[in-house]
């Protein structure tokens, strides 16, 4: 028997499924809150890794289009301090193993070799029960509902899935990001460029950060990271983007102008992004028919993982459900035990925002990069 699979939420990790099964043979639904791909942006460059991003994009046979998507000398990164002065300097050669694509792009490239109907748009989960040997109803805003013997929930930090399977929440970290870009950086604001370079640039303090990375046209994207309380940042007034973008550099007096500039000639409204996690080692008992992917299921600061680990979740989920036709539990099983073992180990290894934006830095950073 062939068992139709509900997916909720059109991520990365999601779509990867959708189409690892759609190789497979096997048909599924993928449901998403936005009403369509275009509703707002897709977030900035992703490395994709050779031990787990580009794997599951071979399972999904898409390797040979996400090559058509890299953007090439984009591994370079410099790390800079208040001053401007370059205290490391890593050029892109060609040898690095984490080749860097858009967002956005990597996600149309997923929609693209999906069926036809597949995504269907504009659906927001109001509510998930269970009806009994492993069967599910999910109701949507807009009053429908849909009943499957298989639910996967991929739909991101506040899934509405995961309390079918654990009572966890994502609680905050601490830290929160302010984003802006800088468009057309290489004409309209050539000394951020030449600040940035071709990758990506770090200027780190303690408990405080910018970062830029160059994207695809000379775009620049920015992110200030701050360590403060969530209540700290009703200050900002993010309603106005003048005055939002004026206290965010106030945090950074005495910094050198050409890094404050990457804060102040933004063109975009500054947008706040508080940063949650879930537990390191989260993991819930086997429900039947239902099961989590990506931040659904190992939410973790931003460190470079995330994303390739909802593209692996998703294969591997994909390809356990192909493994064992007509039964769902044993896949499900195979799958999670694999799972909470992999996200542990790499969210336990992945850097430390208080490690490093701690006492110490950057000169901590700077040491354990040249000596590694």
């Known amino acids: 028997m062939t068992t139709h699979v509900t997916i909720i939420g059109a991520g990365l990790g999601g779509l990867t499924l959708a189409r690892v ?76 193993g984490e080749p860097e694509v858009q967002r956005g792009e990597l996600r149309q490239m997923l929609l693209d ?25 999910v109701a949507f805003a807009d009053g429908t509902t849909a009943v499957t013997d298989l639910l996967v929930g991929a739909d991101g930090a506040w899934s509405r899935v995961r309390p079918l399977l654990s009572d966890a929440s994502p609680e905050y970290t601490g830290f ?34 910018i970062l830029a990375h160059r994207e695809r046209a000379g775009d620049l994207h920015t992110w200030v990271i ?73 939410l973790t600061a931003p460190n470079g993982e995330g994303a390739n680990l909802a593209l692996y979740d998703g294969a591997e989920l994909g390809r356990a459900i192909a493994a064992h036709p007509g039964d769902i539990e044993t896949a499900l099983t195979e799958y999670e035990q694999a799972m ?3 996200s542990a180990a790499s969210n336990s290894e992945a850097p430390d925002l208080h490690v490093m934006l701690g006492e110490g830095t950057p000169h901590t950073l700077l040491k354990a990069f040249t000596e590694g």
């Open 113 to 137: 070799s999906l069926p036809a109907g597949t995504v269907r748009w504009g659906h927001k989960v109001s509510g998930v029960r269970g009806l009994g040997d492993g069967r599910h109803e």
């Open 340 to 342: 909470f073992v992999r």
């Open 226 to 298: 701050l360590r403060r309380p969530q209540e700290w940042f009703a200050d900002f007034d993010f309603a106005d983007p003048v005055a939002a973008t004026a206290r965010t550099v106030r945090e950074f007096d005495g910094w050198a102008s050409e890094l404050t500039a990457l804060i102040t000639e933004g063109e975009t409204a500054p947008v706040l992004r508080n940063i949650f996690t879930l537990p390191i080692e989260h993991r819930w008992d086997r429900a039947p028919g239902v099961t989590l992917l990506g931040d659904a299921a190992h």
């Open 21 to 96: 099964l759609h190789v497979n043979g096997i048909p599924s639904t993928v449901y998403e809150a936005e009403a369509s791909p275009a509703v707002r942006a897709q977030g900035g460059l992703l490395d994709i890794r050779e031990y787990n991003g580009q794997p599951a994009l071979e399972a999904a046979g898409l390797t040979e289009e996400f090559r058509g998507l890299i953007l090439e000398g984009r591994q370079a990164m410099r790390l800079l301090d208040r001053d401007g002065n370059v205290m490391l300097d890593v050029p892109d050669d060609g040898t690095g």
């Open 176 to 209: 929160s990001m302010i984003e802006t870009y800088l468009f057309d950086s290489d004409t309209r604001h050539p000394a951020g460029a030449k600040t940035v370079g071709g990758g990506s640039m770090m200027v780190l303090e303690p408990g405080r950060a």
